[in-house]
């Protein structure tokens, strides 16, 4: 499916412009290319690092690890003693994310939790100064309530892919294989949008990237 957010000149341009990742965090960035594992785009990691060392979180929690390029990228970002807990369905991938982890020398400071994300975030009672979300999009609405609860006052919620290649603001017909996402996640956007303890923006960035502020 085609990328339609942004112009293929500007993310290429975006891509040549910002700073890279390097050693270790790009060996992980080409295997993901290779094997076709889904990871967080270059343009939308320096916004998320940015972020981070904006609002200086001691504690993340994440839903949708993969292999653990962005858990490594945020932990990168943090202050040394920062943690993440981050949620991934996959058992496969998450050994690969452990691996990743280890060798990057973050295994004292990122907990990798496997199993379903909604199912994680019903058992956890701890306070978090931001969350990521990059797990099942269709079920965005569902982490919402959760995200809420765990987030503490002036915490930030930060939300990955929410225009789903374009498709959410796309007027045709969207494809049967898409419509469920895309009209879910039109409507997790209107929640946020609207929700009276959140300041959001929608950054049109990578895939689109959601920004809520959890108001004090
Ligand atoms: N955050 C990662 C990064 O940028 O490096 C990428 C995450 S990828 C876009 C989404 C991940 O969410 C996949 O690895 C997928 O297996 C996982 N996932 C999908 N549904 C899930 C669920 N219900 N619970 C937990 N993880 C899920």
Known sequence: MEDRVNYSEIVEFLRSTIRRETGLLREIEEYAGLHHIPIIQPESAALLKLLIKLHK?????????????????????MDKTGIIDTIEIDEELADIAKNNIKAMGYDNRIRVILGDA?????????????????????????????????????????????????????????????????????EYLKLICSHERLETSIVPIGDGMAISLKER
């Open 57 to 77: 979180p001691k504690k993340i929690l994440e839903a949708g690890t993969a292999i653990g390029y962005s858990a490594c990228i945020m932990a990168a970002a």
């Open 118 to 186: 909604l199912e994680v975030l019903e058992c956890l009672n701890c306070s978090y100064d931001m969350i990521f979300l990059d797990a099942a999009k269709g079920q965005y609405i569902e982490y919402l309530n959760h995200a809420l609860r765990l987030l503490r006052p002036g915490g930030l919620l930060v939300s990955d892919n929410v225009l789903y290649k374009g498709l959410v603001a796309q007027k045709d017909k969207i494809q049967h294989k898409h419509r469920t996402i895309a009209t879910r996640l039109k």
